[in-house]
């Protein structure tokens, strides 16, 4: 059972999510990349977050577009960790990196960084926004994207082989949904041990090109088969 593994905003299972120390420490245990999010402060730099909000990861309050990206930076994340551009992640982070756009305006910035560190190779742009998707790829046709979905395929008909992959959370691949899509299908969720417990048999049945986890060592040990379900 071959897959590969990304880190679900790096190793957020035992680190401070998306940062540079969960996404080292995911690819030191093994992973074979990192996923992370982006978006855009109010001075138009792309860093490294989930939420719209600083509210939930950090010690400050309000909207990250709100902020300058020294304010942001002002922001305490645990264990000494700051919240990351995304220039500083492509930087110092090896391997795969999937860069989860999580509003447009931030598309083609984030295309812009990637381009200037020379990492297009080893990149994957994904989104739930079509749109930011394909003002990445109406710039450049180099890339790889994936779209994300839930419950709803229609969006899928909006593209016509732009796509790399299609991103499908566990709880849809459990549906009997069929997902045989000519894209690679990527399994994520936001419920970890879910995908832990389901992965290894979703994996060849559908099959999944890649699975993205929180807890990267538990996944390692389950695709090398030395741990049960």
Partial sequence: MRFLILG???YSARYPENTLLAFREAVKAGADGVELDVRLTRDGEVVVIHDPTLDRTSNVRGRVR??????????????????????????????LINVEVKEVEAA??????????????????????????????????????GLLVEGDLKPLSLFNGELFSVHVPVELALTGVPLN????????????QLLQKWAPRLVPAIPAYMVITDDVERMLRLRQGTVGL
């Fill in 181 to 192: 899509f000519k894209e690679k299908v990527v399994l994520w969720t936001e419920k970890d």
């Fill in 66 to 95: 709100d902020k300058t990206l020294k304010e942001v930076k002002e922001a305490s994340l645990g264990m000494g960790q700051k919240v990351p551009t995304l220039r500083e992640v492509l930087e110092e982070v090896e391997g």
């Fill in 108 to 145: 083609l910035p984030s295309l812009q960084v990637v381009r200037e560190e020379g990492a297009l190779d080893r990149v994957l742009f994904s989104s739930f926004h079509p749109e930011a998707l394909l003002r990445i790829w109406n710039s450049c046709r180099r890339v790889r994207m």
């Fill in 8 to 10: 679900h905003r790096g």
